[in-house]
């Protein structure tokens, strides 16, 4: 164990080494319990992979993507959900099918609920899941939910207007006064059209399930998500139609399922080697890399059919990549606990400039020559004033 490691060491395991980001209450507060999961081949707890998340996603100064011109594109059109979101919603373990309508599915939307409740997803491009069960990691990202609700609410107009149309042919007088719904034929595609060149380059809903074990469910995590977006566009959209997503049919030749699974080759980690939260990130740096940040991936109905085996993620990192990133992000732990140190000494530093000029202050009734004796003590070099 190296020197730095060795003074981390000495500090209790919950004394908090700093807030990030450092000016937001809801910040998180990394300890030294947590910085201990970036050592080598430490598992990562939730604490350290969402860490990694806002740090991959939201802080252009310091994400790897950050010196990308396109990383701006990340805060519009992408969202991460913490690291208890799943384990909250598919808290109840149910088997089979899963209803919109059902006890089961209100009841865990119902622990969810407020935890999107300051942003829209249909209006992301994609949604990033880490998924923790068995002491194993794993990542799901939904892609084009919008465009999957359009299409989902497209196809139920259309069904309603047929039906009108078959009773008005029937002769029966009253469907003729039913409201149609209008179809916006531009946001949607006819199942007869699943196979043109045009649908090809269009965007296709979808989850993509990345697992560096193949250890979990993908198509458990799949239903629990359906499940999500069912009921969340029910909420939040209260004043449209809801929908219902079409699953996927057991029989050959039926309608293919609204929201497509997708498990890409992914590199692979090795058994109990403890990287699978490492893996789990760069696995969100690889996608957002090239979905986001770069034109390479699409996400079109012609990629997730074939399963983006053009991609070639298989081969996208290797064992040194996942040493890399540990080593990059325990140096900026270091980093950041040093400036929040700083930053603790200018506010005591301050406070003792206080009581020896404010005589109204609390710490005036300290003797001056203890405030004069403190002040050396709290004094930093001038590029840190």
Sequence with gaps: MDKDNMDYMQLRPWTPLFRYPHDDAAGIVFTRADYECLLPEAPLNRTAVEFGLRLMVADVHRSPLGLDQEFGD??????????????????????????????????AYAR????????????????????FEDQHWSLAIICHPGVLARRALARRNRTIRRAVAELVDAGIAEAAQLPVPHVDDSESESDSDSDSDSYADK????????DSLRKHSAK???????????MEWRKRHADEPPFTLRE???RAGGPPADLLLAMPKVPQQQMYSGDSGIYTLKYVQCFLARAVC?????????DVCLCFRDH???????????????????????????EEEHRQFRA???????????????LSRLPMEILRKLVPYFSLPDFYV
């Design 203 to 210: 965007p296709r809903p979808c989850v993509i399930h990345m």
């Design 312 to 338: 070639d993620w298989e081969t996208g990192f290797n064992g040194n990549g996942i040493k890399e990133m540990r080593r990059s992000l325990k140096d900026l732990v270091r980093v950041l606990q040093s």
């Design 74 to 107: 990340i805060a519009r059109d992408v969202h991460a959900f913490s690291t208890d979101w799943f384990s909250m919603l598919s808290q109840d373990n149910t088997r089979g099918k899963l209803k919109a309508d059902s006890e089961a599915a209100l009841r």
């Design 294 to 302: 770069g034109d390479e991936l699409k996400v079109n109905a012609r």
């Design 348 to 362: 005591r530093r301050r406070l003792c400039w206080i009581g020896q000029r404010d005589p109204g202050s609390p």
């Design 112 to 131: 969810v609920e407020r935890w999107t409740r300051g942003v829209d997803v249909f209006a992301k491009k994609f949604l990033l899941v880490p998924v």
């Design 220 to 230: 458990k995590i799949e239903k629990w998500l359906r499940c999500f977006l069912e």
């Design 248 to 250: 996927r049919t057991a």
